[in-house]
């Protein structure tokens, strides 16, 4: 004869297991609902770390770059996850055409709420395959820059230089016009403006401003740096420094700053005045006592 211990876990395991209702000809239970959630649960996490060793892998062994691995990995990741539900499913008992019968069902009813969440799945997948933006690019959409740390199943993170994360739906990059920075090439040209006083030789303008851009370590040689005599401005010559950049594209502020500290204690160094707005003012009527404090003389 069974124990009374031995009876309460028989009962609780046919509670368990007894059908709370049915979806066609699957009976779902406690025990087949907690078998599903283990089942997705351990495929998520065998997914995970088979991308993180698959984009590794690639990097170590076939020296990709992080964006490629990337995009490789999140694509195997997209069909692992369809191969294990495909199988792990059926073997649960689950009929996947019982499963697509029922969603068909009220698939119609849906389909408009769903609709942009699939623009944003078929624009991530487009993101990753034909690559227009990828993990590591830097990006300028509505007026925001910043760098793309993730292209996700619905959302595309851009981390801005306030350490700001946008979170841009997939589908924007798809239907909307976007400025990619470092498309085809890292390599990013600044513009430094600068002004010296009228007198000063240009030419040793030209060659201080040279100076300053070959000796930082971040501005490359390769294309050469460039000044251009803009113009005359009203109080100054105008140039303008032409310099590229690999390495600090995601902080163009800092990197500005740092040349302009530069020009300007090397402009001090060569004895090039900097000026400041001057203006002649032209005085057609004075009154005496005003002309006479001006003149130097008593006031009459």
């Known amino acids: ?16 297991a007894h059908p709370l209702f049915s979806i066609g000809s699957i009976e779902v239970s406690v025990i087949f609902v907690l078998q599903v959630i283990v089942y997705i649960v351990a495929l998520g996490i065998t997914v995970r770390i088979l991308r993180q060793r698959l984009g590794r892998f690639l990097c170590d062994r076939f020296g990709a770059d992080p964006a490629t691995a990337f995009a490789v990995s999140r694509l195997s990741g997209y069909a692992l996850w369809a191969v294990g539900l495909l199988v792990g ?27 942009n ?18 993990v590591g690019d830097r990006v300028r959409i509505e007026g925001a820059e910043g760098t793309v740390t993730d292209i996700g199943p619905r959302v595309t993170q851009i981390r801005t230089n306030d350490n700001i994360f946008l979170l841009v739906p997939n589908a924007e990059f798809i239907s909307r016009r976007v400025i990619n920075l470092t498309f085809q090439d890292r390599l990013i040209r600044f513009r430094f403006p600068v002004g010296v006083a009228y007198g000063s030789d240009p030419e040793r303008v030209r060659e201080v401003l040279l100076a300053v851009a070959i000796d930082h370590p971040d501005l490359v040689e390769d294309p050469p740096p460039k000044v251009l005599f803009t113009g005359f401005g009203d109080s100054a010559l105008e140039f303008t420094l032409w310099a590229g950049t690999r390495t ?40 005496p006592e005003a002309a006479a404090a001006l003149s130097g003389g008593p006031p009459r």
């Open 89 to 115: 499913l059926p073997l649960m008992g689950i009929n996947l055409s019982t499963i697509a019968l029922a969603f068909g069902a009220v698939g119609v009813g849906i389909g408009f709420g769903l609709q």
């Open 248 to 287: 600090r594209v995601d902080d163009p502020d800092v990197l500005r700053s740092e040349v302009n500290f530069r020009i300007h204690e090397a402009l001090v160094e060569a004895g090039i005045a900097i000026p400041f707005p001057q203006r002649d003012l032209h005085l057609r009527s004075v009154a």
């Open 1 to 16: 004869m069974p124990s009374p211990a031995t009876r309460e876990i028989a009962e609780l395991r046919s509670a368990l």
């Open 117 to 134: 969440l699939t623009e944003n799945l078929v624009g991530g997948l487009i993101l990753l395959v034909a690559r227009p933006i990828k």
